[in-house]
């Protein structure tokens, strides 16, 4: 019985392991992200802290994997930055990645667009995508030859005149 409480706290130990350093990871993955796209704008830290509302060893501690900042502060850093908030809600760890165009992540890691015009212009993307995709169904019933009509069964006998 020792030897299962044992092997059991073993266990715990290693996932408690294994949550902190994902945790880690995640947040160091999100500060280096949140570096790289300030660095990008050119935006130096004191100027995003003041943007985000946030302080600036607060920042640098977002940014160095030591904190890792809730979705109100990323929504706050993504406006100060005027990158896509759902970017960093995904490299936070917040949101599942979904799959997206090469158009659309172009149009999201634009710094010189504000949010507004980045999800204005991804609404008009999507809706061409939409209208082509219903234009190339349309053009594909057109073209293919009519289904036969499964509304009379060939294996199915007939109804014959009964002979007397």
């Known amino acids: 019985m020792v030897a299962k409480v044992s092997e059991a ?15 880690t990871t995640a947040a160091s993955d999100i500060g280096s992200y949140i570096r790289s796209q300030r660095e990008a704008a050119q935006v130096s830290m004191r100027q995003l802290a003041s943007r985000a509302g ?3 060893p607060y920042l640098s501690q977002i940014e160095r994997g030591l904190r890792k900042p809730s979705a109100d502060v990323l929504a706050q850093i993504a406006k100060g930055l005027r990158v ?3 970017a960093l809600y995904v490299r936070a760890g917040f949101l599942e990645e979904r799959p997206h165009g090469p158009v659309r992540d172009t149009l999201l890691g634009d710094t010189e667009i504000t949010e507004r015009q980045k999800h204005v212009l991804i609404e008009i993307y999507d809706s061409f995508r939409r209208e082509n995709e219903q234009a190339r169904k349309a053009s594909d019933a057109a073209s293919s030859p009519p289904e036969p009509d ?3 069964d060939p294996e199915s006998p007939t109804q014959e005149s009964s002979h007397d």
């Open 84 to 86: 896509s908030s759902e």
């Open 54 to 56: 946030v302080s600036n």
């Open 150 to 152: 499964v509304s009379t």
């Open 9 to 23: 706290t073993e266990v715990v130990a290693e996932a408690s392991d294994l949550v902190a350093s994902v945790v």
